[in-house]
């Protein structure tokens, strides 16, 4: 009898194999550079507004106005946490750190585009960072607890628009001070004289050290005192062609010398310092320096003073950094003439 093949077994050959269920979930496409975006967009943002405040010191819309100085960070801060928002949630402490490093892209961005100057970088980045952490965790609080994230940025945008045509009116406080600041030379009184109303050749490794040559004030070249028809004045000259008069309003030789200062039209041509911190300029001015000796021993004390003027919407801020400038210029100075003055001294 002859074999009668089972249905049920043509039936298992036919059927179709199905593939084996996952195990995992598949990986999400990775796109490159995607951490940094939001960081890059909050940049972005802060250099389109910088081009906005472009105004001249004192008018509208003028990049030392405190509509720029407090709000820009916070729209960097802003728009970096609500750019990393719509992709996922973050952390608070995401909300933090990326709005501090965008307000530093910002400012790297500010430099790389030769809008601002690396003295003004410098001393504003701090707070352009901390403020703009401020502006990430506002912007995160917004995101987690209610449904108008954008239209929050939109205000964040339109408040320093709003506020920069409107700041122009209000008076701009200034503030006087002065920084002091004392060394012994090893040589008598009437060496050390001649050395500071006679200081030419200065050569970049004797003032290098200055913090302010250092980040972007060009190097004195010499200080020469020379009769003119008004009657002495000592001659400042400095790299990128700046210069600028010293005009003695007190004269005690051997002891004792204070002048002020004459700047010319062309004294600062451009791009050789920030119009921020320009002497003589609308936020900023030295407004005179003395020189006090007096003989101790076989040395001499010798005292220099400076004083100066700060005038922003933030001289809180602004002031201690102009002392401490000063002060460690001062400090150089000093080094400067007591270097040379011993050397002459021997």
């Known amino acids: ?90 952390s608070w402490g995401y909300y933090l750190w990326s709005a501090f490093v965008a307000n530093i892209f910002f400012v790297l961005g500010t430099l790389l585009i030769m809008i601002e100057g690396l003295i003004c970088a410098i001393v504003i980045v701090p707070i352009f960072a901390v403020v703009g952490s401020v502006g990430g965790l506002v912007m995160g609080i917004v995101c987690r607890v209610t449904k108008w994230p954008r239209q929050t940025l939109y205000s964040f945008a339109l408040l320093p628009l709003m506020l920069g045509g409107l700041e122009s009116g209000v008076v701009t406080p200034s503030r006087i001070g002065s920084v002091e600041r004392t060394t012994v030379i090893r040589a008598p009184p009437d060496v050390v004289w001649r050395k500071i109303m006679d200081a030419r050749d200065i050569q970049p490794n004797e003032m290098k050290h200055a913090w302010i040559f250092r980040i972007g004030v060009p190097l004195p070249l010499a200080g020469v005192v020379e009769q003119t028809p008004l009657g ?73 003073k400076m004083g100066y003027r700060v005038t922003t919407q933030f001289n809180w801020y602004a002031e201690p950094w102009a002392q401490y400038l000063l002060g460690n210029f001062e400090d150089n100075v000093l080094d400067f003439y007591r270097r040379r003055s011993e050397v002459g001294a021997r």
């Open 232 to 304: 002495p004045v000592r001659k400042i000259t400095m790299g990128k062609d700046v210069h600028f008069d010293q005009v003695f309003t007190d004269l005690q030789e051997y002891e004792f010398v204070r002048w002020t200062y004459r700047i010319y039209s062309d004294s600062f041509p451009p791009y050789a310092l920030d119009d921020h911190v320009v002497v003589g300029g609308y936020y900023f001015d030295v407004i005179d320096t003395s020189y006090a000796l007096r003989q101790t021993g076989d040395g001499t004390e010798l005292r220099i």
């Open 1 to 90: 009898m002859a074999d009668v093949p089972d249905p049920s077994s043509d039936k298992q050959a036919s059927a179709p194999q199905l593939p084996a269920s996952p195990t995992a979930a598949e990986p999400q496409p990775y796109i490159p550079f995607s951490v940094w975006w939001p960081l890059v967009a909050g940049a972005l943002a802060g250099i389109a507004l910088r081009l906005i405040f472009f105004g001249k010191p004192g008018g509208a819309y003028a990049a030392m106005m405190a509509s720029f100085i407090y709000l820009c960070p916070l729209l960097v801060g802003a728009v970096t946490v609500y750019v990393a928002e719509r992709k996922s949630r973050r």
